[in-house]
């Protein structure tokens, strides 16, 4: 059985700043189709180098991707995220990215988050188990925690 869905509203980017998010959503269905342990891995890579993200540059990008992607501004959370943690990385920044589980119906989940806040999603911070997580690097000397 299905159910009508109605998306939220999209906001329109101009042309020449639909570059950027429309690359980081092409690289995340690519990166959406592999095992999660490949997509950590390329994140985790990713990442280096990158500054804490605000929640405002993590809105932004965000907001980015779903206005150029109907995927992703629908039920394509895994993408929605993985792209929307890509642009912010074009920016020089990084948000904690994130995958989890709710087991009361069961529900897979991905999302990026700023401060422990899911950013631009409508559940609160702990509605979902998180298993998986790439946060910012404290800086680039450290070294990450295994």
Do not use: N
Not at 92 to 99: A, D, H, I
Not at 117 to 123: A, I, K, N, S, T
């Amino acid at each position: 059985m299905s159910m009508p869905v109605a998306l939220p509203e999209r906001k329109r980017l101009p042309p020449h700043r639909r570059v950027l998010p429309l690359v980081a959503v092409a690289i995340a269905r690519v990166l959406a189709g592999t095992r999660p342990i490949r997509i950590r891995a390329v994140l985790e890579f990713a990442r280096r180098g990158a500054h804490p993200a605000t929640a405002a540059q993590a809105l932004a990008a965000r907001d980015a991707v779903v206005s150029v992607s109907l995927r992703c501004a629908g039920q394509g959370c895994l993408q929605r995220s993985i792209a929307a943690a890509l642009l912010c990385r074009a920016r020089g920044v990084w948000p904690t990215w994130c995958t989890g589980v709710r087991t009361h119906p069961f529900t897979a989940h991905a999302w990026i988050e700023v401060d422990d806040h899911p950013v631009g999603e409508p559940h609160p911070p702990d509605h979902f188990r998180r298993l998986l997580a790439v946060p910012p690097r404290r800086s680039d000397r450290e070294p990450d925690a295994a």
